[in-house]
């Protein structure tokens, strides 16, 4: 400690540090005690370039007494001392996770597509994934595409067949039947698939992500397979393709002939901030209670790799509630990530003897090594259409890209829209207004709807089971 009344080191007060002015006077002083005369402390006596150069050594000791201490807190440690911090809590921070995708890999049926096989991109500087599943194989009885033909010419009499999960159609040709016509009387049998005949190929198609079916034909040739297969980017991060993007095949395998990815992925994410895991720990608390609601929906959306909003509701009650939750259950709603990790977060977290409810499904493996299956929804998509007029404020000149940058703002703010939270266009206003200096006067009105409806000023009401979804393309913004 220093010979003055200042206290510096830890104090009841937390830690003060003595800074380098301090250091060097303190010097100056002891030294000149010690001989008992002044002593001459200038920049280019001796003595002041001897204490400068311990001054400076022994400031260094205190900033890193300061910063020890420091990285014992949330608000002030930083890097790998805030995520030591955060273990003590409880908290581990998150790492960077790879986005995965559901690809459609097409070829002829029993063709293997080992792990770690690579499909990539036809953009310039594309991102590459690799397969992760194991065992996967392009296979007529787990498909969710199917080409079909008939290889000679339809004869009269002939029974053409087409199975597909456990029915069977078939149909007897009669004389002058084209194969197109034997191909959709059979096709028109099934329900549940979508089906469209080009070029004598008869093409069948499941409608939902993940859904397959087994099939089988006779007098009918399986030309093609299309076998839904998961893949994982090998880019650590937020990597998000367009639908359709994903159609080169990099590992050659024979009959492998095709790659497409249909469905959009489920997004990685970035490593964690220091400032995202500050803002984890404030809200931990929620998940101090492991079985309450907010503690589940929190546990979604942060342990869940691609989710980007969660909402559970809970029945108390031994009736089913209004919105048709059976008696001592919870709903999840939750806006992205894979069915399989959703299930296991929730069976973690759910109490035990607590029911879910929803029509989405995954499969989570108990501390036995047991398949447990568990229930939850998807939010089902509003979307938002925005119009907005402007003029500008006679006292201020109008900012050049004020449209763009309206138009910008407006589509951030939206998507920060969560499950079940009504799109109140007043909270639109001060986003319009800091956008974009010299805005006098605003008109905004909204609709919903695949195609825009009636413009008005009401607020959008949303459901608890829905959510508000905003896009660039449906944001209108004008100059009056």
């Known amino acids: 400690m220093a010979d003055s009344e200042n206290v510096y080191g830890l104090t009841r007060d937390g830690f003060r540090r003595k800074r380098l002015p301090e250091i060097l006077s303190d010097i100056n002083r002891r030294v000149s005690d010690r001989l008992g005369v002044e002593i001459e402390t200038g920049s280019n006596s001796l003595f002041g370039q001897l204490h400068g150069v311990f001054a400076y050594e022994i400031a260094d000791l205190w900033e890193q007494?300061?910063?020890t201490y420091n990285a014992m807190y949330p608000n002030t440690a930083t890097g790998v001392?805030?995520?030591n911090a955060a273990g003590l809590a409880g908290i581990s921070a998150i790492s960077g996770t790879q986005s995965r995708l559901l690809a459609t890999c097409y070829g002829a049926s029993g063709t293997v597509v080992p792990y770690g096989a690579q499909i990539s991109s036809s953009n310039e500087n594309g991102s590459y994934w690799e397969c992760i599943a194991t065992n996967a194989s392009i296979s007529k009885e787990n498909a969710c595409y199917a080409a079909y033909s008939i290889s000679s010419a339809v004869s009269a009499g002939t029974v053409y067949t087409l199975t597909i999960n456990d029915k069977t159609a078939s149909y007897t040709a009669a004389s002058g039947d084209m194969a197109s016509k034997v191909l959709s009387t059979l096709a028109k049998s099934f329900t549940g698939v979508t089906y469209s005949i080009d070029s004598g190929i008869l093409s069948i198609r499941t409608t939902t992500k993940g859904e397959t079916f087994a099939t089988d034909a006779q007098n009918v040739t399986i030309s093609s397979i299309g076998t839904p297969i998961q893949f994982r980017c090998v880019t650590v991060g937020a990597v998000n393709p367009d639908i359709g993007t994903?159609?080169?095949i990099v590992t050659s395998i024979p009959g492998w002939a095709g790659v497409l990815n249909q469905y959009a992925a489920s997004v990685g994410q970035d490593a964690e901030t220091d400032t995202h895991l500050r803002q984890r720990w404030n809200r931990s608390l929620f998940s101090r209670g492991s079985t309450n609601i907010d503690a589940i929906a929190e546990a979604l959306a942060d342990n869940v790799t691609g989710v980007t909003t969660s909402k559970v509701y809970e029945n108390r009650t031994d009736a089913t509630d209004s919105d048709g939750r059976p008696p001592h259950s919870i709903e999840a709603i939750v806006e992205g990530g894979e069915n399989d990790d959703i299930a296991q977060v929730l069976w973690k977290t759910k109490a035990g003897g607590i029911d879910t409810y929803g029509a989405e499904h995954g499969t989570a493996i108990d501390a036995n090594?047991?398949?447990?299956?568990?229930?939850?929804?998807?939010?089902?998509?509003v979307k938002i259409w925005l119009k907005v007029v402007i003029s500008e404020n006679p006292d201020e000149t109008l900012a050049p890209a004020a449209?763009?940058?309206?138009?910008?703002a407006l589509l951030a703010k939206g998507q920060e829209q969560t499950i079940g939270e009504d799109v109140i266009l007043q909270r639109y206003f001060s986003t319009i207004f800091k956008s974009a200096s010299g805005v006098g006067y605003i008109s905004l009105t909204a609709t919903t709807g695949d195609t825009a409806g009636s413009y008005s000023t009401s607020n959008i009401s949303i459901t608890p089971r829905q959510i508000a979804v905003f896009d660039a393309a449906r944001i209108e913004v004008t100059k009056q």
């Open 65 to 67: 007494a300061e910063n």
């Open 81 to 83: 001392s805030l995520s």
């Open 246 to 248: 994903i159609n080169q």
């Open 403 to 408: 449209v763009q940058n309206i138009a910008t």
């Open 369 to 381: 090594g047991t398949e447990q299956t568990l229930y939850f929804n998807r939010p089902s998509p």
